[in-house]
């Protein structure tokens, strides 16, 4: 079993058998479904022992400017097409990597409107969507019920423009708060707790408890002076309460659990330009050690043009109205952000995973909730999808308009399926995507 | 021709005089509608996506009651019917709009008890805030225990409202969190510590870029060299280097420092430090906390806890007593310091090339590196900068322990399980801002007997049980309860004091009631209006109140997002060395503050000749000099010389929160006016409306590009309303700067309205929106009365708003009367 990772060997159930810990580990699914994905939270234990069968991983990469239109997208379709400017580092991966245009989902609001990215919903219209702004790895995170630590992952930026990440959103329209650092994030997924620091912890899960426990009483006693409609509001709090109880449940089963050990030292974090390459790294190591399945991950604010020695903010070079040396700028902080995303591809390509590699069993999605920057608008989005043992290689031109357009969100409906989820409708879906084989 | 103010009072008293129970004459609405307005909305067009031949009256649901809301609006604006149409009789008007208000009267009170009422609501950030703090006595302006909350829903920009914000696993887990900081926080805050006393002297090492230079001086001063808003950060933020740790316990410290102002006069072009030479420099303090990230960066918190100015000349002791917690250590700062010291050094060392290495180049570009630079120019230079030569800190000062209620509550006798009971009481009566109940207490003793029984301290699981009291509802959301409806059953019901105490503490101080307000609320006087208004200008006059004057501006006028956008560093340098975007909120908030305590007119806000700037503020709004420089960063009531600024329109913070940072639109701009000033809010665009695509190579003007607007007639039907706002706006920059030009294209701000009327640039503008100030009254009223009772302001509650607005002319449109006519309605006072 160890063969299936080379290099970094310890998979978790090594790790428990090495520790004395059996794989009796009380099997948690009943406990599964809700889980409020989020950062802090734990997941649950892992139901059964990893075989021959991988398990599908979903990466959501998004910056928060789009990319210069003219420079992204190839004038050709089909196989063999192009490569333009921007794209021009992916040609090593050009047969495994698809490339799409005329998607998007059909939304306004330049700035505000890139927050719909994952869930082809604006926050300003949660309210009338079934499922809200829920955003396509929370969806999957929710299904996680059980088998990783970290039931997703969401990183990004935390300052600038838009005042930090609005990539990822669960279901009550909560965003999820992004890890922000390499160093922050390797601690979350690699540093074990100490002997004191766990029974001070399952001390405070206790108190939570009891807690939870005396507040559910007030709530009850509460609910009887209600009107209907304040029933209905304070039933958020109930839901809230067994969510956290829940939660408390799935922590106190990890808390015993060691962290894999990542073969690497604890990073220093040096600005989020040059630590662009790091933190897709330990998005690849937190895959591999199946510390998570599901990782989004936001170039947003601290992105800064300073770091390329450009005199200038991100954000007005993107507003270029057509100057050349603004697109010259523009583009020159795009093509870092794709060699850097195409590392990353080279990187999950490199590594075994069972029968074939982390590629095979990963799909990666790249790019923006913002069309044209300069325009601020939100239609043809620049889309790059990898990975996931989906068929790859060409540019896919889809009409932007009329009856063969279609939502962006028929490409996450595909990959929800692809990742395992019975589902036939996601947001704004009107279908899988067509020519996705 | 502005055809509706006689018009609109008339309506209105028709209103106030007509008893709702008249039958509305549908049919003169029909033939109004049929005549005027069906050729453009009807089965042929629908301009604006509106269709009125097909409405059904009387008003079946709520969308009928916002169509004809709709139109009263349209026809007071004298937008519609439009110019070239054929246009109704003033009488005809009068006798339509007559019918449509009784029409929205009858609509609402049959429709009413299907909705609008205020939905069950939390806390939001800013009020958990304000409550915990005030329920514990504990010193909130560098604690924030909510750091980790998911931000709160808001709609609107409102962040109160009851249906929308919401409660989710992971907020109660980060309420749970919270819980534990405050009330451990507050149980430290009981002990009582020695004071300390620390002295530093020499020994100051600084950032790591500074090292070199300083090491050259010896380290024998803390130097600041810089603003605290920069790019790069490099000696802006002085610490003490022996002091990193902080101070061991929350508490007020008396900090001396021996300061000197180094240079405020210089050899340099003054362009390079971008400040005024003649203002006393000016020595700031701000806590740091060394695990928050380095002290030599801007951290999340650092609120300003003192300043002085300093006068030229040898070092002088300056006394600061500030408050700082655990861990917190002081940093002094700079704020009216050079824009970027490290952007300043290259320039300066071009003024000592005696003292350059012989190796250096002497002529053209300077050759050498930015250490080089750095090091002549801190030594040998001359740059504007302030020295602090010793530091002594001492504290906790005994004597300035704040009575806390955490310690006159919890004496060590109660620890008892009766005496415990009887804590937990108490304090439940005011977390729950009500009487708490026998049930309610029982579980908090539970939690505490099973903290008890765990082996923990009694102290420990009383502590535990303040922190479920955190956690409940009780505490969480705003008390609904309402007294039994007398009557027919079709009055609104009303709240009890306790709920109104909470309703009325939570509009104006966002905070729970004081004891005052508690003891109205329970003996019940506190629902007559007479007392309820005189508790109102009570909490206004309080300086609590100014939560209610940031919390209501920032929701009213978005202000919350100023900055969200952040404006372009290098054209818009002064935005952030300056100050400007906290200046430009306490320019919006003490004008506001003004009108309410002088109970002004609100149609100030439109247009006025006077304003509360400093002197930052009037350079950056080209208003010269304000005199003395020592008070340069005062505010003060100004009267302006012409019309580009008075009133909310030439505020900086209205003009940069509706740009982007980097450029206007005055599409953007022109929605705002009509959204937050007039209240009559454009439909959305519609689908397939490409956008403009900016192109500032050529000569096309933003005019230019929107001028397309007029060539389609359906884009033209709603901007011809919100096109002419925006140009006549468009003379402020993205950061409310006067321009004349875009680069070399001047800029016209002339406009005409639908109404016909016209203006040649913002003053004209402004002197056409006075003769809208009742659109802008109501607009307000329906503002403060989705703020005041946590929930959106709908077509049915129009008859209210219609009252409030009928009755301010006898109060003189007055601010503060504004409010009390609020606070009084029905809708306040009411579920």
């Known amino acids: 079993m160890n063969s299936e990772l080379p290099t970094f060997a310890p998979s978790r159930r090594h790790f428990l058998r090495a520790t004395g810990i059996t794989l009796a580990l009380p099997l948690l699914e009943s406990l599964g479904g809700r889980v409020f994905a989020q950062n802090s939270a734990v997941g649950a234990l892992p139901g059964k022992a990893a075989g021959t069968s991988r398990p599908k991983r979903m990466v959501c990469v998004g910056n928060m400017l789009g990319f210069h239109p003219p420079t992204f997208f190839p004038t050709q379709t089909g196989r063999n097409y192009e490569l333009p400017t921007v794209l021009e580092s992916i040609k090593p991966l050009q047969p495994e990597v698809s490339v799409f245009s005329g998607l998007d989902h059909g939304v306004k609001g330049g700035h505000f409107a890139i927050s719909s990215f994952l869930s082809g919903v604006r926050t300003a219209d949660a309210k009338g969507m079934p499922e809200g702004n829920l955003t396509l790895d929370q969806r999957a995170a929710e299904t996680m019920g059980g088998a990783t630590r970290f039931p997703s992952l969401a990183l990004g930026s935390e300052s600038g423009l838009h005042g930090g990440c609005l990539m990822s959103w669960t279901r009550s329209g909560t965003r999820v708060p992004p890890i922000s650092t390499p160093r922050e994030l390797f601690r979350k997924l690699f540093v074990s707790d100490g002997a004191a620091q766990i029974a001070s912890s399952t001390d405070r899960l206790n108190l939570k408890g009891s807690i939870l426990d005396a507040v559910q009483g007030d709530a009850k006693s509460l609910e009887r002076h209600l009107g209907r409609r304040d029933k209905e509001k304070l039933e958020e709090y109930f839901t809230s309460v067994r969510d956290v109880e829940k939660q408390i449940e799935l922590r106190r089963q990890w808390a015993h659990v060691p962290k894999p050990d990542p073969k690497m030292k604890e990073p220093n974090n040096k600005g989020f330009v040059s630590d662009l390459p790091l933190m897709y790294d330990l998005i690849a190591l937190a895959l591999q050690t199946d510390s998570t399945r599901i990782a989004t991950f936001e170039i947003g604010g601290d992105f800064e043009a300073n770091a390329f020695g450009l005199n200038g903010g991100y954000h007005a070079f993107s507003h270029h109205g057509q100057r050349p040396d603004a697109i010259a700028a523009l583009v020159k902080m795009e093509r870092y952000q794709v060699e850097q995303f195409a590392r990353f591809l080279t990187k999950l390509r490199s590594t075994e995973d069972g029968p074939g590699s982390l590629l095979d069993h990963s799909m990666v999605l790249f790019g923006s909730g913002m069309g044209n920057a300069n325009s601020h608008t939100n239609g043809n989005l620049p889309i790059i999808f990898a990975g996931g043992g989906f068929k790859h290689g060409e540019h896919k031109a889809y009409p932007e308009k009329g009856l063969g357009r279609q939502p962006l969100c028929n490409l996450y409906l595909s990959m929800l399926q692809r990742f395992g989820l019975e589902v036939n409708k996601f947001g704004t879906s009107t279908g899988t995507l067509s020519g996705l084989t | ?831």
Not at chain 2, 9 to 14: E, F, I, K
Not at chain 2, 386 to 413: C, F
Not at chain 2, 654 to 677: C, D, H, K, Y
Not at chain 2, 780 to 807: F, N, P, S, W
Request: glycine fraction near 8%.
């Open chain 2, 1 to 831: 021709m502005l055809r509706s103010p006689l018009l609109l009072a008339a309506g209105l008293l028709a209103l106030a005089a007509t008893p709702v129970s008249a039958a509305p004459n549908n049919a003169v609405v029909k033939n109004f509608l049929s005549t005027y307005c069906v050729e453009c909305h009807g089965p042929e067009k629908q301009k604006g996506d509106r269709r009125f031949d097909e409405l059904l009256l009387p008003a079946a649901n709520e969308d009928t009651l916002i169509d004809l809301k709709d139109m009263m609006d349209q026809l007071h604006l004298g937008d519609m019917p439009p110019e070239k149409a054929k246009q109704p009789s003033l009488a005809e008007q009068k006798v339509f709009l007559d019918q449509v208000i009784l029409e929205l009267a009858r609509g609402r009170e049959n429709l009413a008890g299907t909705g609008g009422n205020t939905v069950l609501r939390r806390l939001n950030r800013r009020e958990y805030l304000n409550t915990v703090g005030d329920l514990f006595g504990l010193n909130m302006a560098a604690f924030d225990p909510t750091t980790n909350f998911p931000r709160d829903q808001s709609e609107e920009h409102m962040d109160n409202l009851g249906d929308v914000l919401q409660t989710s696993g992971y907020l109660l887990d980060q309420y749970l969190e919270a819980a534990d900081l405050v009330v451990e926080k507050a149980f430290a805050a009981q002990k009582k510590p020695e004071e300390q006393s620390w002295h530093f002297r020499g020994n100051f090492k600084p950032q790591q870029e500074m090292s070199r230079p300083h090491t050259r001086l010896k380290n024998a001063f803390i130097g600041i060299y810089e603003c605290m808003d920069t790019p790069n950060h490099e000696g802006g933020f002085g610490f003490i280097s022996d002091f990193q740790q902080g101070v061991p316990v929350d508490g007020f410290y008396e900090i001396r420092v021996l300061a000197q102002a180094m240079n405020r006069v210089h050899p340099y072009d003054p362009k390079i430090f971008g400040t005024d030479s003649r203002e006393p420099l000016r020595l700031g303090l701000v806590p740091g906390d060394a695990k928050a990230g380095p002290l030599y960066h801007p951290q999340p918190l650092q609120p300003m806890l003192a300043e002085v100015a300093l006068a030229d000349g040898d070092p002088v002791w300056h006394t600061l007593r500030v408050w700082l917690d655990a861990g917190h250590t002081p940093r002094f700062v700079f704020p009216n310091g050079s824009k970027s010291a490290r952007n300043s050094w290259v320039k300066i060392v071009e003024y000592h090339k005696d003292k350059w290495p012989a190796d250096a180049k002497r002529e053209g570009k300077n050759g050498l590196g930015i250490v080089e630079n750095r090091i002549i120019s801190v030594v040998e230079g001359k740059v504007p900068h302030i020295r602090i030569h010793e530091v002594k800190i001492r504290g906790p000062l005994a004597e300035s322990k704040p009575p806390s209620p955490v310690q006159a509550v919890y004496g060590e006798t109660a620890l008892a399980p009766e005496a415990m009971r009887q804590v937990l009481h108490s304090f439940a009566d005011r977390a729950y801002r009500r009487p708490a109940t026998k049930d309610e207490v029982d579980r908090l003793m539970r939690v505490a007997g099973q903290r008890i029984t765990a082996g923990r301290s009694p102290q420990e699981g009383l502590k535990d049980a303040l922190k479920a009291a955190l956690s409940s509802p009780s505490f969480l959301y705003l008390s609904q309860d309402t007294v039994a409806p007398q009557g027919d059953g079709k009055t609104r019901p009303r709240l009890t004091g306790h709920a109104l105490a909470s309703r009325l503490s939570y509009f104006l101080w966002s905070a729970p009631p004081d004891a005052e307000l508690l003891r109205l609320a329970a003996s019940g006087e506190l629902t007559k209006p007479e007392v309820l208004t005189a508790q109102t200008r009570r909490l206004l006059a309080s300086p609590r109140s100014d939560a209610f004057v940031s919390g209501f501006l920032d929701s009213w006028l978005h202000l919350r997002s100023l900055g969200s956008t952040p404006p372009d560093r290098r054209d818009f340098e002064r935005y952030y060395s300056k100050g400007l975007e906290p200046a430009f909120k306490t320019e919006t908030r003490l004008f506001f503050r003004d009108l309410i305590e002088r109970d002004a007119p609100i149609r100030n806000f439109l247009d006025c000749d006077y304003g509360f700037i400093d002197q930052p503020l009037a350079s950056h709004y080209g208003l010269g000099d304000l005199g003395d420089p020592a008070r340069a960063h005062e505010f003060r009531k100004v009267s302006f010389p012409d019309s580009r600024r008075g009133g909310l329109l030439g505020m900086g913070a209205v003009l940069t929160v509706t740009a982007n940072g980097i450029e206007t639109s005055p599409v953007v701009r022109g929605v705002f006016v009509l959204e937050n000033i007039l209240g009559t809010p454009p439909p959305p665009p519609p689908d397939d409306v490409p956008a403009i695509d900016p192109d500032v190579r050529g000569a096309k003007s933003i005019r230019e590009l929107v001028s397309k607007h007029r060539e389609s007639p359906n884009c033209y039907s709603c901007h011809q309303k919100i096109d002419p706002l925006g140009f006549a706006l468009e003379n402020f920059d993205p950061i409310g700067g006067w321009r004349t030009s875009y680069g070399k294209t001047p800029i016209d701000s002339a406009g005409e309205l639908p109404s016909g009327e016209k203006f040649s640039d913002i003053a004209g503008l402004k002197k056409i929106l006075v003769k809208r100030q009742d659109l802008f009254a109501h607009m307000l009223t329906d503002r403060l009365l989705t703020y005041a009772c946590g929930r959106r302001i709908g077509a049915l509650d129009q008859v209210v708003v219609e009252k409030i607005v009928a009755d301010l002319p006898g109060r003189q449109h007055g601010m503060r009367s504004l409010i009390e006519a609020v606070v009084t309605s029905e809708l306040f006072v009411g579920l």
